[in-house]
Nanobody
């Protein structure tokens, strides 16, 4: 009943752009913080960005500021991650997650999120 489904991944050349989508069902994204995470082979999962459930307050990993933008479309119950100026080191499986959180999403660890999607592969060629 409760699901998150990522889409929009694929193969892109360095310097290109992709927009990832995280479509929610069974709950309203307006009631949850939404986070984007990524994991490359042999590396730990890392936080990319998140958006709070109030006033669309956002967080970005320092290395990604200025390149990635997270946004929420309440009418479509979907959160997006716009990725520009992509680099080979951005190659990873990207996951979205939802959490019912009292504070801004930047204060929470991944294990504190309630729901997770299946992931979508992003590959950036040099």
């Amino acid at each position: 009943e409760v699901q998150l489904v990522e889409s929009g991944g694929g193969l892109v050349q360095a310097g290109g752009s992709l927009r990832l989508s995280c479509a929610a069902s069974g709950f309203s994204i307006d009631d949850y913080a939404i986070g984007w995470f990524r994991q490359a082979p042999g590396k730990e999962r890392e936080g990319v960005s998140c958006i709070s459930s109030t006033e669309n307050s956002t967080y970005y990993a320092d290395s990604l500021k200025g390149r990635f933008t997270i946004s929420r479309d309440s009418a479509k119950n979907t959160v997006y991650l716009q990725m520009n100026s992509l680099k080979p080191e951005d190659t990873a499986v990207y996951y979205c997650a939802a959490g019912f959180m009292a504070y801004h999403c930047s204060a929470y660890e991944p294990y504190e999120y309630n729901y997770w999607g299946q992931g979508t592969q992003v590959t950036v060629s040099s």
